[in-house]
């Protein structure tokens, strides 16, 4: 028997948030505990579109995990450009196309939070984006910013604190540790 054959009986919607490092890292501890157990993962990126140490590691899993990235190379600093909102609306409706096959029992929306702070989309998209989640699929939401509203209707919440960084002396992100 493997972890497809027993249904859940219902799937969680997490947020992962706060200023502290390891939002995603954390999501992506999720998608490896899931691919161990045989259940099949979507990961939609939002605001990111480079081949990350983790999305290459990933590849090694392409029977069990999808990684789509609906961003552009860069970071949005001020107004967003209108390429940013478009990728971020294919992501969203991309994602409902993936609650209607039914095929993925933990689905990832990696910087979600952020692209709504950006307001490449809104938080009710979001929320109505949850509404219409499959019972038995876990969503997993990260980023910075979460809306107080997100964070009420989730069901799980982690506030990731930044008590210590080193990038505050100068060290720039690394290859392995980082990205």
Known sequence: MTAMDV???KGYVHVYTGNGKGKTTAAFGLVLRAVGAGLPVFIAQFMKATKTSE???LKQFSSLVVVRQYGRKGFILNNPKEDDIQAARDGLEDVQKIFRLKRFKVIILDEANIACYFKLFSVDDLLTLIDSKPADVELVI???NADSRLI???DLVTEMREIKHY???GVKSRKGIER
């Open 142 to 144: 990260t980023g910075r």
């Open 152 to 154: 009420d209707r989730a």
């Open 55 to 57: 999305i290459k590691a």
């Open 167 to 169: 990038y505050t002396k």
């Open 7 to 9: 249904p859940w009986q």
